[in-house]
């Protein structure tokens, strides 16, 4: 019983600091047409970005995740990343994201919605690993906030009413050798479907690539791709 005492006082404080936090920042800009993505990955989209004021789900993917938020990171905005409390600072920095431009609040326990809600008052991307599917009428009531807000809701899990819905497939890592070797990159297949497609987009990536960011997988191992697949 003093445990969940505990913790629970431990996730009001959470949000007490996030409250907080979001109150010191300066005023949201005019909320842009679309928010950008990396260039390998704007075709999935049908504005070529992040619709803001919607609400996109990912396999769970932190790498994805953290290319997505880079990119507008890169840009100058804020980011909220909730629920994941075993994320790598290195690894998002690796995609660009700025750490001084991050809100972090890794364990909100049943309270993650609220934090979600209280992130989407001012910061353009919030990030949520979700701990249990949202319901309905909890989804549509934080929907009506992003969309008032013009926030960009990414979800590692799933959401009702997402605007498309993004999965990963056909891992392969490149630089290994015959048993040795460094990893230098990582090819995968980023498919997109949802309300907002008239049919599933696909696009073959490196995830990461050389630099650490999102590439092309480079002309010649294309053509060598559809090789293989005739």
């Known amino acids: 019983m003093a445990l969940a005492q505990i913790e629970s006082a431990d996730q009001v404080a959470q949000i007490t600091r996030l409250r907080t936090q979001i109150g010191q920042m300066q005023r949201r800009p005019a909320t842009p047409e679309r928010n950008p993505v990396p260039a390998p990955l704007a ?38 990343f909730v629920g994941m409390p075993d994320l790598s600072m290195q690894a998002a920095e690796s995609h660009g994201v700025a750490v001084d431009r991050l809100a972090l609040i890794p364990s909100p326990g049943v309270r993650w919605l609220s934090a979600v809600s209280s992130a989407a008052e001012v910061f353009p991307l919030v990030a949520v690993r979700a701990p249990r599917a949202a319901a309905p009428a909890e989804a549509a009531r934080l929907s009506a906030r992003l969309r008032d807000r013009g926030s960009t809701l990414l979800v590692l899990g799933a959401w009702p009413g997402a605007e498309l819905s993004l999965s990963l497939s056909e891992p392969e890592w490149r630089g290994i050798g015959t048993g ?21 987009r696909r696009v073959r990536v490196l995830l990461p690539g050389p630099s650490g960011a999102v590439e092309e997988v480079p002309t010649a191992r294309r053509a060598h791709l559809r090789a293989v697949a005739a």
């Open 43 to 80: 075709g999935l989209f049908p504005s070529r970005g992040l619709r803001p004021g919607a609400a996109y789900t990912l396999s769970d993917s932190p790498s994805l995740m953290l290319a997505l938020a880079g990119e507008i990171s890169r840009s100058g905005s804020w980011c909220a």
């Open 180 to 200: 040795h070797g460094l990893i230098a990159s990582r090819a995968v297949t980023i498919a997109a479907a949802g309300r907002a497609l008239p049919s599933a």
